[in-house]
């Protein structure tokens, strides 16, 4: 009755519960798909670009103790060699809920703070999900993939945005793809005094074939196999660029001769991988959301990141994987709601047979969505 008797008031009312819907629509927090418990971590090790690959093994080992001695953790099983020289993969299984007491979530947060006092080495935590968006391998569930037409405008920038980003509370396991930091020896020649030496390029070249190519050198047969004879030095002589120092070369004149004589040694830093999209030189920094942060609130504070570092408009910065596919499902959802609300009118409309009756239903959806 007293709506009745006040229909001015009341309208506005409406407008204001409808405007408050828009309000909250565009300032609460959103996500995307809800993270699952599936029970299963994935792990990815990234050290440092210059470590060795016994080294590396040794960082796992260190690694899968630690995570072995989570009360949550049920089998933890690991390997390295495949892919880049500094990066392992560990593949964790845990108990049942019932028995962990711990959120996978949880799991993860009180295993980040053990696993960052291993110098030289990170290990990223990402539970596994049943639905994953984009195919780009990362060290995080979500990706930021910076572009740049100029390969050294990108490896100044990149690291830059990376120190922004880490500093944002919204981000955690910030890391990147970047690896330019590699160690690489280069062996610089004289020809000419090679030449002088009694050397030309092609016994230069034999002898590190045979010391360093596993070159096939011979096959030895027998009624039931055959076993290929390789040619190299003993593994004890392949751990360090030192062994160079020790070669010697067979003249033209038969006599022996140092490799210093004739050449140097250099070690210098190289990319381990240049990594493309669309054709031009790109780096992914990967992230992860702490417990009680969604993706919206990620996505809007690096947004802002971006901008008070005054990135130039050569380098580009875009959301990859769930994180591209969150944004672009924001995109279309004033639409998709508009579509219902029409959709909905329509079938009501035919239902009640009237114009009016629809409108009447529909307007309690405003009140719906703030106590919602």
């Known amino acids: 009755a ?3 008797r006040h229909q001015p008031v009341t309208l506005l009312v409406l407008l204001g519960v409808v405007a408050l819907n828009v309000y909250l629509y565009g300032t609460i927090a959103k996500g995307f798909f809800p993270q699952q418990d599936t029970g299963r971590l994935i792990g990815f090790i990234q050290a440092d670009q210059s470590i060795s690959f016994q080294a590396m093994q040794q960082k796992l080992n260190a690694f899968m103790t630690i995570v072995r001695g989570d009360p949550a953790m049920e089998n ?6 495949g892919g880049q020289r500094n990066t392992a993969i560990m ?3 845990l108990k049942p809920l019932a028995e962990r007491k711990a ?3 949880q799991v993860v947060a009180r295993l980040r703070g053990k696993l960052a006092k291993e110098p030289g080495a990170n290990l990223f935590l990402v539970p596994v999900q049943d639905i994953r968006i984009g195919g780009r391998p990362s060290n995080a569930a979500y990706q930021y993939t910076l572009q740049a037409d100029d390969l050294d405008e990108l490896r100044t920038w990149e690291p ?4 922004a980003l880490s500093s944002l509370p919204q981000l955690v396991d910030v890391n990147t793809d970047q690896q330019d930091k590699g160690l690489q020896t280069s062996l610089v020649i004289d020809r000419d005094a090679a030449w002088r030496l009694g050397l030309n390029m092609r016994t230069i070249d034999t002898t590190l074939n045979n010391a360093f190519g596993q070159r096939q050198v011979s096959v030895i047969y027998n009624p039931l196999n055959q076993y290929r004879v390789v040619m190299e030095l003993a593994p004890q002589f392949l751990q360090s660029p030192s062994t160079l120092h020790d070669l010697m070369f067979t003249s033209s004149s038969g006599g022996q001769v140092p490799l210093s004589a004739f050449a140097r040694i250099e070690t210098t830093s190289t990319p381990l991988a240049v990594n493309h999209q669309s054709g031009t030189p790109a780096s992914t920094i990967s992230f992860n ?4 942060t969604s993706l919206s609130q990620a996505t809007a504070a690096i947004d802002g990141a971006m901008q008070q570092l005054g990135v130039p408009v050569s380098v580009r910065g875009t959301f990859a994987g769930t994180a591209r596919a969150f944004q672009d499902s924001l995109a279309s959802q004033p639409l998709l709601i508009l579509a219902a609300l029409a959709t909905i009118y329509i079938v009501l409309g035919m239902l009640y047979e009237s114009l009016v009756h629809p409108i009447t239903i529909l307007s309690t959806l405003p009140s719906a969505g703030v106590g919602a």
Do not use: E, H, K, Q
């Open 289 to 292: 959301l702490p417990i009680g």
């Open 2 to 4: 007293w709506a009745l």
């Open 103 to 105: 959120s996978i979530d």
């Open 160 to 163: 830059r945005v990376r120190r």
């Open 91 to 93: 593949f964790m299984s």
């Open 76 to 81: 933890v099983n690991g390997f390295t060699g």
